[in-house]
């Protein structure tokens, strides 16, 4: 029989105010941890660590740089990167967290802030959110519900994964939201707002929301399991839910859509290679919190958690089929969290690159919401000094792994003091004011051993050289941004902030447009048309470089960029003879697929400009085999370097090109030194990882010749033909040639580009942009076809006498999209009005029911 007494008002507001009290306790201990540290935005220094400076702080800045109209692109389409890129997938991945809008109220120069806030904020909210949702799976006291959220908010997922992940702590909020709305299911009320709540969870971050959705799934099996109610109405329950998570992805279809689609366009990732399982030591070792180690899942959630959760089996007043329920499915997921096959049914069947242990974040909120089923039926003596001979059990069996530093043990001392806390709440449970103390005394303790335990564990990770911080805002990164806004040409013209780097995304966080751009999105066509230009590439194509080179500055009608200096600001700008980024070639010059040979990424260049621009010299290898081999590898065709035919590993070329021009180098799979003309140059390549661009050797001597010295790191195939000689003056005329036959106009949008032509022009128009799917163009307004290529740019073929072309880039996957989530729209709508309708129905009856018989006689 439903309990229809009203609440008391003191339980009210405490009810209502322990959510905030979880959130502050959560921030605070998370500042005061990186306020001893020094760390930003506490100290001098940075949170940039990894992806965090390599993408995400790059990421915010453009997404401010949107919402103020400072920069050429817009939501669909990012002209600043990779010489240009659709970016809605990037923005549905990487930035719809509510908190990284807020980057919009802040200044450019001050955009790791804000970040820092959606780390910051993201916990807050997840911890008062799980208040609320432990408060559904058991009555009990909402303070001490507050106390057990903050280990959720500040677990060791959120300190070593979540923090450099913005995006991801949405994941952390999406766990207790999905376990609400599952709750509503399970009272048949508010079906409409549950599907709301699961749309709002996949839209910040669908990553994380799946393994939240599964998550909370199997916790709504476990109460299903649990419900006293008849099989039929549970299994209803269970449809109810399976029906309100499928209204609530369909409403957030775009993001799938369009995440999915620029996914199976993207130049495919490095493949993973699951390792193994951590030893059963080192995994349990994790539940204690503090320290740090490698690939192991990172579970903690606190010693006070931890004690409740060793005290849980010895509660008789849990019935024994809720603790085996629990604890069975606790243990469920500690153990898929290190299986292959379940790993992948986590990370969505595609193992991740980095660490396999993501999805560690749902087994946290489990943990949380075991210690609360333990903690809310007030735990005996006896039973808290069960579960503290358990975890010194724990202790001793993992105190030889390495896991155990300093901190781990002065926190797992500390639960002393929460053990003695928790056995004063049970003997004075009858006097108020004495457990009034002792709470406020127990969220003293939880608030520092909180705080200590993300200090612990950043110290650690600061100590290791894979998180050294990213260079993205400091004297000179802010000095490199105004000089790009002040000789910003675009769409005249491409400030190109590279080859110098800040970070991995620099023409977001810098401004301009230029070719690096790092991302899961990052288009085929595009790693793919700028490494046969000569531009390399990182991490097998989910990185792009900035040309090197400078007819690759040309093809992209590059007139500025930046190169690194030894002055004060670390790099100077330099000018450089461009084209405009519209140009024309004249008519018969042959497109992709038309029988051409370009071996060499000289000939790709000289095709792409259209003219002849490279010396190619035939090489003649010094005290070794005279012509090319073909072994297997790589570069098919090509020159072994590196084996037992040096001695020291180095070989000798010779190679004759014409005095005055310069001499380049292209291996791109070389890691090593090329010496040559008085000059060695380092090579960085390694296949299929990272991709070298083109190398300058200098000037041809008078005399003509050229010796390079290759001395290979390891066995390598260098290209049949990799020198060629520019020359400078044929360059010259070529530019000026097609600035002569180019546009008399370029008009750019945020997706789209419009080049006008002096009427009569003729020829194929080229656009230095990768071709990547979803370009339509239009000749004088003619129907919008799929362009052509030329090197993998946009070209377009005009008819006689054209003068106008316009081109526009559609997202794929976005039609799709929009109207599944108008259809789940429409759905909720006549879901939501079903309601108001019975009520008005009902009204209406009330009042203007016809009178029977016996009332009108």
Known sequence: MTNTAPEPRGRRRARRAAPWLAAALTMIAYCLAMAVQGTYPFGGRSRAVNDLGNQFVPFHAHLRDLMHGDTSGDLLFNWSSGYGTPFLADFFTYLTNPFSWLVGVFPR??????????????????????????????????WLRALLSVGFGLSAWMISDGFSDPM?????????????????????????????????????NFYTAAMATLAMGLVLLVRVLLDERPAGLRLRVLGRAAAMTGAGLLLAAPVLTVSFTASRLAQPAPEAVFRGRPGLADYLAHLIPGGLTGRVPHISVGMLALLLIATYPFIRRVPVKERAAWLGLTALIAVSLIWKPTILLWHGLALPNGSPYRASLALTAVLVCVAWLALARRPRPAELLGGAAVVLALLVGVSTTRYMTRGPWILAAGGLVLLALLLALHRYRESRRVRRGLTVALAGAVLLSASYGVLSTTQIRDAMPWWKPKRTYDAQSRAAYEQLRTTDAWPASRTDPGPHSFAANDPMLLAGQGGR???????????????????????????????????????????????????PDGFVQRSASAPPVVTLRPPGTPLDGAAVRDDTVFARQERVLGDRLYQVPTMARVGAEPAPTTPAAPAGRGWAVGGDAERDGAATFTAVCAPGTE?????????????????????????????????????????????????????????????GCLDRAALDRTVRQLRHTGPDRVEASGHGIRATFAPGAEGTAVLAVPAVPGWLCSVDGGP??????????????????????????????????????????????????????????????????????????
């Open 109 to 142: 120069d001050a955009v790791e802030l804000p970040v820092f806030l959606v780390t910051l904020l993201s916990a807050g909210l997840a911890a008062g959110l799980m208040t609320v949702f432990l408060g559904r799976i058991h009555d009990g006291s909402p």
């Open 517 to 567: 751009y790092y991302s899961s999105y990052l288009p085929e066509a595009t790693a793919d048309t700028l490494q046969r230009l000569g531009a390399g590439w990182y991490i097998e194509g989910r990185g792009t470089r900035s040309f090197n080179d400078p007819v690759g500055r040309a093809i992209m009608g590059v007139s500025s960029y930046l190169v690194k200096d030894r002055g």
């Open 663 to 723: 001499a380049f180098w292209y291996a791109p799979w070389l890691r090593g030194t090329v010496t040559a003309l008085g000059r060695t140059v380092q090579a960085t390549g390694s296949y299929p990882m990272t991709s070298d661009p083109l190398l300058s050797l200098g000037t041809v001597p008078a005399d003509g010749r050229i010796a390079v010295r290759v001395s290979p790191a390891q066995r390598t195939v260098l290209p049949e033909h990799p020198l």
């Open 784 to 857: 919008a076809r799929a362009p052509r290529t030329l090197g993998g740019l946009i070209a377009v073929p005009l008819a006689d006498g054209s003068a106008q072309l316009s081109c526009s880039h559609r997202t794929p996957g976005l039609r799709l999209g929009l109207a599944a989530s108008g259809a789940a729209a429409v759905l909720l709508l006549a879901v939501g009005a079903v309601p108001l309708l019975r009520t008005r129905t009902r009204i209406r009856s009330r009042f203007f029911r016809t009178p029977s018989r016996s009332q009108r006689s």
């Open 168 to 204: 991801w702590m949405w994941g952390m909020v999406a766990l207790p939201l999905m376990g609400i709305a599952y709750d509503w299911c399970l009272g048949r009320r508010r079906w409409v707002v549950g599907s709301l709540a699961v749309t709002v969870c996949w839209a910040g």
